[in-house]
């Protein structure tokens, strides 16, 4: 088979897939709103489930064993059997024998997951109920959520349509740019058996930001994050080839530099003769997805643009690390960093906001690649940034991590199809010395930031007899 013949193959999968796409999006958009409720781990009442997922939801709770304990009216209707003789009644009893053994192992797998809550898609057969006369086939979600006493599972049913939906004589071009369907949130890509990106949809573009001129023959890896964990892939690649299918969320990368998480469904291709021709990858945007209490919580502590802690959670860290320092006597003190960039107005007055975002990005990169581990790097605004340094026992310590700050910013930054170079001034103020509390600690910090500014060195250490009068010539450390 040839090459056209393999991309054609693979375009045909994938109209299946985007059908089925939509049908998973809906069970996903379901599964968010119960985790609003279910976030930790008490489950709300049957009569608010059934409003968070409305009357037409199908959908069971069970114990992590298969016990049914709720059905929804729908699910009532759906099975032909009252909630009163569906409560207690083993799940297993409602499908074939080798259906509810292949599922017994997957429920095997999700009381393993040490996770607070956990997720599997599978297919599922219910048949021999009074309704059900022949079998029905459903796409389910199946969720496991700790409770306060035990595991609780929800199984989330979406009917499965019938009918062959492959159009034998597809138009690439009208699939892989979305048209006809209107679904223009799915993203869609194909993966030739080399692991190149064979072709892209307008969803693609339109989540990442790659083109299918930047996409195709390009590895998917143009898309790692690298804030998966360090296992992740060799996992994602043993279950792929395994079950020849895996979904699940990832954490991406748009083409901006934006981290995402997405939810991510990939199907291997294989001919007749069982060889793999491809995958068929296809995944929707989470981040618009997460739930109302992450989403404040994250726009409440954190820089919405960098990711790094915010001046409130910087605060909250800082009073912490103090009241650590003042009830253990041998612990070593704490030292605050105040960065203020150079040269950025310009950048951003004159290339725009885009690249001065792109910028700040990237400082807040270079920032926690410099610092220890267990230090903060917070942007408390502007292009103004915080670093809190705890166990600190010496001068020593301070300007190693200064000089490795300041070497990491003196390189070319790459925003855009600009190379630019910035810098900082940088003022330190220690604890207990320099500051009783954490907003005197700051307020000094940054007087010997604006110092170091105002004298052009690199950077300067808080000095009281200095800093309080700045009508005195300034004793500095560093030069530019």
Request: proline share 4%; aromatic share 6%.
């Amino acid at each position: 088979m040839n090459n056209d013949e393999q991309s054609l193959q693979l375009l045909r999968y994938a109209q299946d897939l985007q059908e089925l796409m939509v049908q998973h999006t809906k069970l996903q958009q379901q599964y968010q709103l119960v985790m609003q409720f279910m976030r930790h781990g008490n489950r709300s009442t049957d009569l608010l489930l059934d409003m968070v997922l409305q009357p037409t939801a199908i959908y069971l709770v069970t114990n992590d064993q298969g016990a049914i304990s709720y059905a929804s009216p729908a699910a009532c209707k759906t099975l032909g059997l009252p909630g009163r003789e569906l409560q207690g009644l083993p799940i297993g009893q409602l499908l074939p024998d080798a259906q509810w053994f292949g599922l017994k192992e997957l429920l095997g797998v999700l009381a393993e997951s040490s996770a607070s809550q956990a997720i599997q898609q599978t297919k599922m057969i219910f048949a021999g109920t009074r309704a059900i006369a022949v079998q029905q086939t459903f796409d389910a979600m199946i969720m496991q959520v700790k409770g306060p006493e035990q595991k609780e599972l929800y199984w989330l049913l979406q009917a499965e349509k019938s009918g062959n939906s492959r159009v034998e004589d597809v138009q690439i071009d009208i699939l892989m740019q979305g048209e006809g369907d209107g679904d223009g949130d799915d993203a869609m890509m194909l993966v030739g058996a080399d692991g190149m990106i064979r072709a892209v949809n307008s969803g693609f573009t339109n989540i990442t930001g790659f083109s299918a001129l930047d996409a195709v023959g390009e590895s998917p890896r143009i898309l790692a994050a690298g804030h998966n964990p360090p296992d992740f892939y060799e996992k994602f690649w043993a279950h792929l080839g395994d079950q020849g299918h895996w979904s699940g969320e990832i954490f991406n990368r748009r083409k901006n530099g934006q981290i995402y998480l997405e939810w991510l469904s990939v199907t291997a291709v294989k001919n007749s003769d069982r060889n793999t021709l491809g995958y068929v990858a296809a995944f929707v945007d989470m981040t618009q997805q997460s739930t109302a209490a992450d989403s404040l919580a994250k726009l409440a502590f954190h820089d919405p643009l960098t990711g790094l802690p915010n001046r409130r959670l910087l605060k909250d860290r800082l009073a912490k690390a103090i009241a650590v320092v003042d009830n253990t006597q041998a612990m070593p003190g704490l030292c605050i960093l105040y960065l203020d960039l150079n040269r950025f107005k310009p950048i951003n007055d004159e290339l725009g906001h885009d690249i001065g975002d792109l910028v700040l990005r990237e400082v807040g990169v270079r920032l926690q690649a410099s610092v220890r581990r267990g230090d903060t790097v917070a942007r408390v605004g502007g292009d103004e940034f915080v670093v809190l340094l705890q166990r600190v026992d010496s001068t020593e310590v301070i300007t190693q991590v200064i000089a490795a700050i300041l070497n990491a910013l003196s390189d070319p930054i790459q925003a855009g199809d600009h190379t630019l170079r910035i810098g900082a001034s940088v003022g330190s103020a220690r604890y207990p010395s320099d500051g009783p509390d954490a907003a005197t600690l700051l307020k000094h910090a940054d007087a010997a930031m604006f110092r170091a500014k105002r004298t052009g060195v690199l950077f300067c250490f808080y000095q009281a007899d200095v800093d309080d009068d700045a009508a005195r010539t300034p004793q500095t450390q560093g030069t530019r």
